[in-house]
Nanobody, 122 residues
Framework: VQLQASGGGVVQTGGSLRLACEVS????????LAWFRQGPGKAREYVSS????????YYSDSVKGRFTISRDNTKNTVYLQMNNVKPEDTAVYYC????????????????WGQGTLVTVSS
């Protein structure tokens, strides 16, 4: 499986942005897709995940209620809708395969997409 992330950019505090992660290749063994982020000088952290069936979604406490993860079956794409963004959401966002479904540790991600930079201006 290959992952291609896109959609990053500069957004003002309180604004919205939608990230996309396009999935290609064999997906029959794919359990779930997750978004992670790495802020300046910080470790990479889990943000949200969705099962490949689209039945279940999970969120970190820091984004719950503001971000929404979804999947478009026809496009094999997972989206992260980011609303009411805050300066602390500034980070490089990565999509990755989630072997746990509900958010696996960074070290358990088998396939990463390239990052997409989100900058929230105050």
């Amino acid at each position: 499986v290959q992952l291609q992330a896109s959609g990053g950019g500069v957004v003002q505090t309180g604004g919205s942005l939608r990230l996309a992660c396009e999935v290609s290749g064999r997906t029959d063994n794919l359990n779930a897709l997750a978004w992670f982020r790495q802020g300046p000088g910080k470790a990479r952290e889990y943000v949200s995940s969705i099962t490949w069936s689209g039945e279940s979604a999970y969120y970190s406490d820091s984004v719950k209620g503001r971000f929404t993860i979804s999947r478009d079956n026809t496009k094999n794409t997972v989206y992260l809708q980011m609303n009411n963004v805050k300066p602390e959401d500034t980070a490089v966002y990565y999509c990755g395969t989630d072997s746990w479904s509900s958010g696996c540790p960074v070290g358990y991600v088998e396939v990463w997409g390239q990052g997409t930079l989100v900058t929230v201006s105050s």
